[in-house]
Structure formats: structure tokens, C-alpha cells
């Protein structure tokens, strides 16, 4: 099974997201199921109808399903499989999302609950365009695609535990050594201890890294937040050098790019770390070095440090 997909990207939306659209073609070819569709649980634990696959139109397309209402709302609710023969006729079911199925002539249809650790995190329909009673086959093609997307979603929520535990560590390792050996009342300086700031910056560069890999876009953004944070309280130890210069601005991946050049990772090392091109890594240099105003790697490094973007 095709658990995930990996893409290379440069902004926040990188990272694995779970293949829902490979699940319901399966779905559809194991069960002899014309129709498929489905969705997954955002952030806000709404759930919407948000791939389609064998539809003729896209009247289901981003419909949200509430608990309890519909064929799906009641497979919300009861956290198990269930199916209608007959959609606009079932007294089993309410009815109100009949004009959506009925725009794409859906009649007879099932539902089945994906549940990661007790928890419904979505719903897989399988429907045909006839009002018949759907066989063993078609139910148990419906139940093994949410096995098998309930084993990818546990996996991706694994890497997003351990992202979490991870960024947590790095954080507070850094909090602690920015401030090992200093008077509570005065802020450290790199003149009085320069090896703690290179484990800061270390810190830093470990955790930028680290929130590319992280599938949850809430979570990875929360990362990118303290990393900033983290840039910006250093900016004490070069006092008012250290102003932004006006209208600079770097990508998330340009500011990657750079603090692993901080740490003296080539082209290629970077590359590895961040899970990118050789090429990429030169681009995002490149182009941050034009922002920055630098004629080398090195001085791309000091100004994005006076500019408060690396520590």
C-alpha cells in the first residue's frame, strides 16, 4: 500500500499527507463500486467531503457532514459501517444532504468509519447509481481501504507525537543553554560565552529542520513560530546592529537553507538534511544572498543574523 505521499516544496504545505484519492480508487476496484468518496478531519475536527473519485459532478465536493445527519453523520455517531439501499427513500437516515447525492444520481450507498485510537477521524462512502442492496464484496472492500488508511494514519500520527516530543526537547535545550552560566539580571553575550551560542544556533538550525518532517501543517507552523521567537530573543548579543534592514524578507526555506550553511553544511549536506535538491539548496541561496545583499555564503550568514532571522 502507498501509504503517503512525499513532495518537495518550499513552504509550509511540505511534509506527508495520507494518499485518500489512491485509498478510494482501490475501493472502487475491489468492490465494483462505480462511486467513491470521502474525507478526513481537519484541525478544527470538521469533517467535509473532500475527495472525489468516479463522481459526475461536484456537488459533494467540500460538504460538511454533521454528526448524526445523513448516511455519514449516523457513521460519525455510531462508529461503524452502515448502508441504505435506496438513499432518498431510507427511513433509517435523515435527509439533509438529499439534494447533493441526488445532483449526482447516487442511490444506493454505504459508509464506513475510519478510527485511529478510538477516535473517528473520517469516512469512506462507496454508492452506485441503482437501488440495490449492496453485496459482501463492496462492504468489505469499503472496510479494508479504512483499515488500510487507519494504519497510515497512525503511522503519520506517530511522526507527529514524536515531531512534537522532539521540537519540545530541542526548545527547551536551547532556553537552557542560551542561558547556562548567566547573571539571571543580564542577558549572555557572545563575547562572554560564544560556545553557547553555537549550540543555540545548532538548536535552531536542528529544529527548522525538523519542522519540514512534520506531516501536521498546525503543528509545523507552531515550530517555525519558535524558531523565530528564538532568533529574535538572541538579538541582545549584537544590540542595535542587529535591526532588520528595511523591506528584507526570506522564504521559510531560504532561512533553512542558511542555517544550515551557519553550521558549515555544504551544498549537499544541507540538501540531505532538509530533504532537498542539491540544486534547490543553491537557488535558496542565491536567492537569499540577493536579499541580503551578500556577495558570499558567509556574509548572507552575518547580515540574516544582524536581520534577526538566525541567531
Request: proline fraction near 5%; charged fraction near 25%.
Amino acid at each position: 500500500m502507498r501509504e503517503v505521499a512525499v513532495a518537495e516544496t518550499d513552504g509550509a504545505g511540505s511534509g506527508r499527507a495520507v494518499d485518500m484519492q489512491s485509498t478510494l480508487q482501490r475501493m472502487r476496484r475491489r468492490g465494483g463500486l462505480p462511486v467513491a468518496f470521502g474525507g478526513l478531519f481537519s484541525g478544527a475536527r470538521q469533517f467535509r467531503i473532500s475527495e472525489l473519485t468516479g463522481t459526475t459532478t461536484n456537488s459533494l465536493r467540500g460538504l460538511a457532514i454533521t454528526p448524526g445527519n445523513g448516511l455519514g453523520g449516523k457513521v460519525l455517531t455510531m462508529s461503524r459501517p452502515i448502508s441504505v439501499a435506496d438513499y432518498p427513500a431510507s427511513r433509517a437516515i435523515s435527509h439533509e444532504y438529499d439534494a447533493a447525492v441526488g445532483a449526482e444520481g447516487l442511490r444506493s450507498m454505504l459508509a464506513v468509519p475510519v478510527v485511529v485510537r478510538g477516535q473517528v477521524r473520517g469516512v469512506l462512502y462507496g454508492a452506485l447509481r441503482q437501488p440495490l442492496v449492496l453485496g459482501d464484496r463492496a462492504l468489505s472492500s469499503a472496510v479494508e481501504a479504512a483499515r488500510e488508511l487507519e494504519r497510515a494514519l497512525e503511522h503519520e500520527l506517530a511522526q507527529e507525537l514524536a515531531a512534537r516530543d522532539e521540537a519540545q526537547r530541542l526548545l527547551a535545550e536551547a532556553r537552557r543553554r542560551r542561558l547556562r552560566g548567566q547573571p539571571r539580571w543580564a542577558p549572555p553575550t557572545e563575547e562572554t560565552d560564544p560556545a553557547v551560542w553555537e549550540e543555540v544556533r545548532e538548536a535552531h538550525g536542528d529544529l527548522r529542520a525538523l519542522a519540514h518532517r512534520v506531516p501536521d501543517p498546525q503543528l509545523r507552523a507552531e515550530i517555525l513560530t519558535a524558531c523565530g521567537r528564538l532568533a529574535r530573543a538572541s538579538s541582545g548579543h549584537h544590540g542595535r546592529e542587529r535591526e532588520r534592514p528595511s523591506g528584507v524578507e526570506l522564504s521559510p526555506r531560504e532561512v533553512d537553507v542558511l542555517a544550515c550553511v551557519a553550521s558549515g553544511a555544504t551544498n549537499s549536506a544541507a540538501a540531505e538534511r532538509l530533504g532537498l535538491r542539491p540544486e534547490t539548496v543553491k537557488s535558496y541561496l542565491r536567492s537569499s544572498m540577493r536579499k541580503l545583499g551578500a556577495h558570499t555564503r558567509l556574509h548572507a550568514v552575518v547580515e540574516a543574523r544582524r536581520a534577526g532571522l538566525l541567531p
